[in-house]
């Protein structure tokens, strides 16, 4: 019978306890104060951020042309820590477009 092998934590489960999912010490400590709040079209995902974005850029790579079915994306660009999502992180997972799953 073979060994049982050692579990490894889940890095889903880990992440969680980082930005942007949990709040990091320094605004547990001096406050979150939201300047914008969103949601998925669905509405289970909810996130607020702190802060305005420190750049933006359009990507064009097959990643995200895939993803999003157009030839590019936008993205606002800004620190972890100034984005907490407030509800369905649980739902959340990594995506692979290498993988398709």
């Known amino acids: 019978m073979p060994a049982d092998k050692p579990t490894q934590p889940d890095a889903h489960d880990e992440r969680t306890s980082r930005p942007p999912y949990a709040l990091s010490d320094e ?48 993205a606002a660009i800004l620190p972890k820590d100034a984005l907490h999502i407030k509800t369905g ?9 290498q993988h398709k799953k």
């Open 27 to 74: 605004k547990k400590k001096n406050g979150f104060t939201a300047k914008y709040t969103g949601k998925c079209y669905c509405g289970n995902v909810t996130f607020e951020i702190d802060s305005d974005p420190v750049d933006a850029t359009y990507c064009h790579c097959r990643s995200c042309q895939h993803l999003h079915g157009a030839p590019y994306q936008w």
């Open 89 to 97: 992180y649980d739902d959340l997972h990594f995506y692979s477009a």
